[in-house]
C-alpha cells in the first residue's frame, strides 16, 4: 500500500484496491495502520463526497525516508 501511495498521487479506497488488487478490508487495514502511524493524509474528496482521498503526508521526514 505504501509503495503505491510512494508515487504521489492520491487514491480513494477503490483506487486503491484496483491498483493492488488486495481485497478492501485489507485495504482499510492498511491504510488504518498508516493512518494512525501519520505517515498519510486523509482529505476531502469533493467529486464524491461519501469517499476520501489518501496520499502520503510530504510534510513527515519519515514518510519521504521509507
Do not use: W
Amino acid at each position: 500500500m505504501y509503495k503505491v501511495l510512494e508515487n504521489g498521487d492520491r487514491f480513494t479506497q477503490k483506487d486503491l484496491i484496483r491498483e493492488t488488487s488486495l481485497p478492501s478490508r485489507t485495504v482499510r487495514y492498511a491504510l488504518g495502520r498508516l493512518k494512525s502511524e501519520n505517515l498519510i493524509v486523509e482529505r476531502y474528496y469533493f467529486t464524491d463526497a461519501r469517499q476520501s482521498l489518501y496520499g502520503l503526508d510530504l510534510k513527515k521526514p519519515e514518510a519521504v525516508a521509507l
